[in-house]
């Protein structure tokens, strides 16, 4: 990861849009003083999240935006923005590029962005950390930050390393675990003198209430009885009324029912009787059919006896003929005629079942005379052959007319024979209805009866409910505890399942016994039963809380072991590499000699001033693991450790590091900040002017040192020293134009070369 570009506008002294590229791993940043290059750090230092407006150099957070000059407004905002290259995903965050941007408008709150989406300023912290970026920290070194290392105590230069080294945290954590432990500590002992007091009044209480116990278990058993007794008698009751309702609902549907089936019959009924004035009515129309064809047998009766004179001539004339055939003709001819007068006197007689068959057996009669007739024509063709025609048409006419009257007569005989089956079938109907109808009306009266029952039913279970109310009275119980409203939602299927196990006489008895042993053992003393209770309450949540604080005790003292190891793990790791890189730089920069940073006992009584309890550490670390462990384990609570900066210069011998000249004392913090700077690796750090102090040989010294390490990290310097400008890339110049806006223009230092 390195930084790609810084964009600023509006912040401090640079009002217009300015933005610096970082394609190299050393950039420089030169100008003269007041120029505001420092402002370019102050930018970078911003965006990063700083909030010390000491750090900043402003007084307040809106004096960062650009205040004006006499030929510039003043600038409603400052916006400073940078650009992060995350090709290898250092960032926990799925761009290649990551944009890191802070604005401040005048009157409103700062405002953060990643990668131009709104975010909190912790959120940044938060993503930067991860890369060892941050306004703290080793990310910016100003001159102050190099001299604070030389002059701050051990304890505070082993904090400060710890600091850039991310151990800082863990130390905070270890701190706050320490004082929770102290605290459980104080908290467990109080605990358990409570404990130890509470004991004997305990035991004398426990003693107290021994023979109420056994009350208690009779009461609970006698009230779970009273209370199975009394909802059992309660659903019993219920589920008889339940039983009781549904019996009223069938019998008053079925009443309903019942009723309209009357009504049903009795129409039928009324119906079926005034249909039988029409069959009355019927019967006379065709009575008088039947005298109307009774009048036209009798014209056809005369009309035969008109045939029978015209037969009679007939007969005569034939006999003058043909004596012989004459003579047979009309013994013939006589006696049938006798016959079909007797006959039709016969039809005469009403017996309409008879008379179809007998019109019949008269028409075949009838064409035998007929045919004898014609048997005696056809001896006299030629003399009678005119009468012969005539009685023939005589004979069809009437033939049809005798066939016309033996429709209408079947036709009349089949209606009387319809009429009188449907007049017995509605006498049989009318019969059959009336009969159901008296038979509906006794299954009313009969459901009359049983409501009657039922609401006599109903009454004697309210008097078994009001009766059971007042037992419970009584007996002292909750009325409530079993109205209708809770006691009706049961599971009758359940409840028929259980009453078949217990018996409630039984249940009853043993009600009876419960209540005789609770008066045998008498009274319970509430006051000693409440202080008993309480005082149980009040030692199991000692109980309890000691154990709690045994267990948080546990936990903090591991989690402090391994915040210990942990935080000594990562020093010893990260103080070796570094001691390693500072004695490299140091033998870099003069040539020789030797420097270390080395762990130091302090005792903490004698911490305020500062006073180191042992010798400087052996050099050997295995020599100084073994003393540490050979201490008396209260010796080593007393102590703490800090870091004394330890250098042995070539040909020269110093007792104290205040003796050595300034240029000498800032290239050994320059060298301790570099090899810390080269243990962490962060992408980028900034130096603003820490080469001030230097003169030119020592400059390319400093200047050498940042040669080696720009291979690791990037290097942005802002410097007046032209043996660290020669070792750039690129150089930016700044300067200050009459507006009192800074401006800045870069070279390529290698394109120039």
């Not at 004898?372 to 009678?384: D, L, S």
């Not at 019969?431 to 009969?446: G, P, S």
């Amino acid at each position: 990861m390195k930084l790609k570009s810084l964009e600023i506008l509006g912040f401090k002294s640079f009002a217009n849009k300015t933005v610096f590229y970082f394609p190299e791993k050393f950039t420089a940043i030169v100008g003269p003083n007041g120029s505001g290059k420092s402002n370019i750090v102050d930018a970078i230092r911003w965006v990063l999240g700083e909030r010390d407006l000491k750090k900043l150099r402003v007084a307040n957070s809106e004096e960062v935006i650009f205040n004006g000059t006499p030929n510039k407004a003043r600038m409603s905002l400052a916006q400073v923005s940078i650009v992060l290259d995350n090709s290898l995903n250092e960032l926990p965050i799925d761009f290649k590029e990551v944009v890191i941007k802070r604005r401040l408008e005048r009157g409103k709150e700062t405002q953060y962005f990643i990668n131009d989406s709104a975010v909190r300023l912790k959120d940044v912290v938060e993503l930067l950390a991860r890369a060892k970026i941050g306004s703290e920290g080793l990310t910016i070194i100003n001159q102050g930050l190099s001299d604070s290392l030389l002059k701050a105590s051990p304890k505070e230069r082993r904090l400060m390393i710890e600091e850039n080294l991310g151990l800082r945290e863990f130390q905070i954590k270890k701190e706050e675990a320490k004082k929770k432990l102290e605290a459980s500590q104080i908290n467990l002992e109080k605990t358990e003198a409570l404990l130890e007091e509470l004991k004997p009044h305990l035991r004398s209480l426990r003693r107290q209430i021994n023979r109420w116990e056994k009350r208690e278990e009779i009461f609970q058993e006698l009230s779970s009885l009273e209370n199975s007794f009394y909802s059992a008698k309660f659903k019993e009751i219920f589920l008889f009324q339940k039983q009781i309702d549904q019996e009223k609902i069938d019998l008053e549907k079925k009443q309903i029912d019942e009723e309209e089936k009357l009504k049903i019959l009795e129409k039928k009924f009324e119906e079926l009787e005034k249909r039988r004035p029409d069959f009355s009515q019927q019967f006379q129309d065709l009575r008088k059919k039947i005298s109307d064809i009774e009048e036209k047998r009798g014209n056809l009766f005369k009309e035969l006896g008109h045939l029978e004179g015209q037969i009679e001539g007939l007969k005569r004339f034939i006999l003058v003929s043909k004596p012989n055939v004459n003579e047979i003709t009309q013994k013939d001819l006589n006696k049938k005629i006798l016959e079909i007068k007797n006959q039709l006197n016969e039809v005469l007689s009403f017996d309409l079942e008879k008379t179809r068959q007998t019109i019949k057996e008269i028409i075949n009669q009838i064409e035998k005379l007929f045919n004898a007739e014609e048997k005696n024509n056809e001896i006299e063709k030629n003399q009678n052959s005119e009468e012969i025609i005539k009685l023939q048409q005589e004979k069809e006419k009437i033939l049809k007319q005798v066939d016309e009257l033996t429709e209408q007569i079947k036709k009349y005989n089949q209606e009387l024979d319809e009429l009188r089956k449907k007049d017995e079938m509605v006498g049989k109907d009318s019969h059959d209805v009336l009969l159901a109808v008296q038979k509906q009306r006794n299954l009313i009266n009969q459901n009359n009866q049983e409501l009657a029952n039922i609401s006599l039913k109903e009454e004697k279970n309210k008097l078994r409910q009001a009766d059971l109310l007042m037992r419970l009275k009584e007996d002292n119980l909750d009325v409530n505890l079993f109205n209708w409203e809770k006691v009706k939602d049961f599971d009758t299927e359940k409840f028929l399942a259980e009453k078949n196990i217990f018996n409630l006489d039984n249940l009853e008895a043993r009600i009876i016994h419960l209540r005789r042993e609770l008066a045998n053992i008498g009274e319970i003393d509430e006051l000693t039963l409440k202080e008993a209770k309480e005082t149980e309450e009040r030692y199991q949540f000692l109980s309890q809380q000691s154990e709690d604080l045994i267990k948080a005790k546990n936990d903090l003292e591991s989690i402090i072991a391994e915040l210990t190891e942990k935080i000594d793990n990562q020093f010893s790791e990260s103080l070796k590499i570094i001691n390693e890189e500072f004695n490299k730089y140091f033998r870099m920069i003069f040539g020789g000699g030797k420097a270390k940073l080395a762990v130091v006992k302090i005792a903490k009584r004698q911490k305020n001033n500062n006073h180191l309890e042992s010798e400087k550490e052996n050099e050997n670390k295995n020599e100084e693991t073994q003393n540490e462990n050979n201490l008396p384990e209260e010796e080593s609570k007393e102590f703490e450790t800090g870091l004394e900066i330890l250098v042995d210069l070539p040909k020269k011998k110093i007792k104290s590091l205040e003796l050595l000249s300034g240029g000498e004392r800032c290239l050994i913090s320059i060298s301790a900040l570099f090899a810390i700077v080269s243990a962490m690796q962060p992408p980028f750090v900034v130096l603003d002017e820490v080469d001030a102090a230097l003169d030119e040989s020592n400059a390319r010294r400093f200047a050498k040192i940042l040669a080696d390490i720009v291979d690791t990290t990037q290097f942005i310097v802002v410097t007046h020293n032209r043996a660290t400008m020669e070792m750039a890339k690129i150089l930016y110049g700044v300067s200050m134009g009459e507006e009192g806006i800074s401006k800045a223009i870069s070279i390529k230092l290698e394109e120039e070369k």
